[in-house]
């Protein structure tokens, strides 16, 4: 799996790649929803080359960490982000070996939970989230987008379906979203986003 990510991110720049966006705004209007301090600490899981990071840094939030299983991907994004890349905690790991030594006022990951096609995976996965945030952003391909992405299988969610399945793992639901992405080519990705506060 790592190695498919870093032949991604070693071969393609961010045009050619679906999920980039612009401006990450369903990811910023979700965080500024939840009315964080601007020290909170966020962590954006599967962050890979996405602009988030450089939003939350303008907006003036000073403990922001980015974690993907892709060197080069953080290597691509330190890069793009000159000097700010000092201000940020950097954690090359897959998610499902991830162990943290520290607390998240809130875990944000677009695109990357819906790649967990396994049962056990997805358990393991909220699992770990649920040991380190105390607030989740997560946003999905819909049932109504597409079936694979980058060449994978993904595992399609709709309102209920998050619910449930985050609601299983301790989780309280605060709000859903749709959200249609154009791609850098142009086509629509339907997504749906869930805000969740951790009640375990
Ligand atoms: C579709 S991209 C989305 C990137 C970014 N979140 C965005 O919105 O632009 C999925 C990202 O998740 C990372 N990824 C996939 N599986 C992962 C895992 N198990 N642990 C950590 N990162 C993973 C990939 O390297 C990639 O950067």
Not at 122 to 130: E, T
Request: glycine share 6%.
């Amino acid at each position: 799996m790592k190695s498919h990510w870093e032949n991604i991110y070693s071969s393609k720049q961010p045009n050619e790649l679906s999920w980039t966006q612009k401006i990450p705004q369903i990811s910023l209007d979700l965080i500024k929803s939840l009315n964080l301090s601007k020290s909170s600490s966020i962590i954006d899981v599967g962050g890979g080359q996405s602009m988030l990071v450089d939003f939350l840094i303008d907006l003036g939030y000073t403990n922001i960490s980015v974690l993907d299983l892709s060197k080069n991907a953080i290597s691509k994004t330190k890069r793009r982000l000159g000097e700010n890349a000092k201000k940020v905690n950097w954690i090359e790991t897959d998610i499902l070996d991830f162990k943290s030594s520290i607390k998240f006022d809130l875990c944000h990951d677009r695109a990357l939970f819906h790649f967990l096609t396994k049962k056990n995976d997805v358990k393991k996965y909220i699992n770990k989230i649920s040991l380190f945030a105390s607030k989740l952003v997560v946003g999905t391909f819909s049932i109504e987008g597409p079936k694979r992405c980058s060449g994978l299988e993904i595992r399609q969610y709709n309102q209920n379906s998050m619910k449930e399945t985050f609601e299983r793992g301790g989780f309280k639901s605060i709000s859903f979203s749709k959200s249609d992405h154009l791609t850098p080519s142009n086509r629509i990705q339907k997504f749906i986003f869930g805000v969740f506060e951790n009640s375990n």
